[in-house]
């Protein structure tokens, strides 16, 4: 049966989300069930990329990259896939239409597989609009039920948000980044660049995103408005921690949030909530 099949690729794009990232999975559970599957298949199929292009150095990744690619286009196509990722995430695709920024995205997958520094300002944003951005509007899609008013109305919040998120992602793999991958994604600053000044100018940057970001949750619906907030104080919370260890262990950590202040979090943000102070 075609929707027993359905059904289970849903799940395993649910099981791929809380395999790869607790925060996000809790913060799932936040949303009306209404729009879970949706966000579990965006981000099934945002991961299975994204694994693609930073965790295969042992195979061709860009055979793999181009594979993937074309079994995304034949999924579109056919409205079915083998792949389950690639056939859950079709279904929400046409729902709510998001190929447009589906294809910017895979677009920023493939400059990762052949760049390897983005000192200029607008390759910077550029990347950055195209790996996170976009993906937090696919998921603005699914929160206004595709409404295209409401959503123009917070895409400008929805972009601050997933620019933020990406820029305590790369501070947090600063040095993962640079000796696994070779990469680097601050405007002129390379590894041996980072100091203190530069550490605070990004981090002011992104409490700047933060704060914008922060107006447009509140606008969100009530499907929704919960687990981005969840998200959103999760990342400010890493943003801190990363702040007050500063520039010594961001060259040699992996800075991170222990799963009992996360479970803090989702009890905090959950009271904060009802009684209506996010």
Do not use: W
């Not at 990744?61 to 083998?82: G, H, Q, W």
């Not at 890493?238 to 500063?246: D, P, V």
């Not at 262990?249 to 009271?271: A, D, G």
Request: net charge positive.
């Amino acid at each position: 049966m075609k929707e027993l099949f359905d059904q289970s690729s849903f799940e395993i794009s649910h099981h791929v989300t809380r395999r790869y990232s607790t925060s996000f999975s809790l913060g799932i559970k936040l949303f009306h069930p209404s729009i879970r599957n949706a966000i579990y298949a965006i981000y099934g199929f945002v991961r299975y990329a994204d694994e693609i292009v930073d965790s295969f150095g042992q195979y061709d990744r860009a055979v793999l990259m181009d594979e993937f690619i074309r079994d995304y286009n034949l999924a579109i196509e056919r409205k079915i896939s083998l792949n389950p990722i690639l056939n859950s995430f079709q279904h929400i695709l046409h729902k709510y239409d998001l190929k447009e920024l589906s294809d910017i995205f895979l677009e920023s997958m493939m400059m990762d597989l052949h760049k390897s520094d983005y000192h200029s300002r607008e390759d910077y944003e550029k990347y950055i609009y195209g790996s996170a951005d976009v993906v937090g509007l696919m998921c603005l899609k699914v929160f206004v039920n595709g409404d295209i008013n409401e959503y123009n109305a917070l895409k400008s919040y929805a972009t601050k948000l997933g620019s933020a998120f990406q820029k305590v992602n790369f501070l947090r793999d600063f040095r993962a980044d640079n000796e696994l991958l070779g990469r680097s994604y601050f405007p002129n600053v390379a590894f041996d660049d980072l100091n203190e000044k530069a550490t605070k100018e990004i981090i002011d940057e992104i409490r700047e995103d933060f704060y914008e970001a922060k107006i447009g949750i509140r606008k969100l619906p009530l499907t929704a408005r919960l687990g981005v907030y969840l998200a959103y104080k999760y990342y400010v919370v890493l943003l801190r921690k990363i702040e007050r260890k500063g520039v010594e262990s961001i060259l040699n950590n992996r800075i991170r949030i222990s799963n009992s202040v996360k479970m803090f979090l989702v009890v905090k943000t959950y009271i904060r909530y009802k009684v209506n102070i996010l």
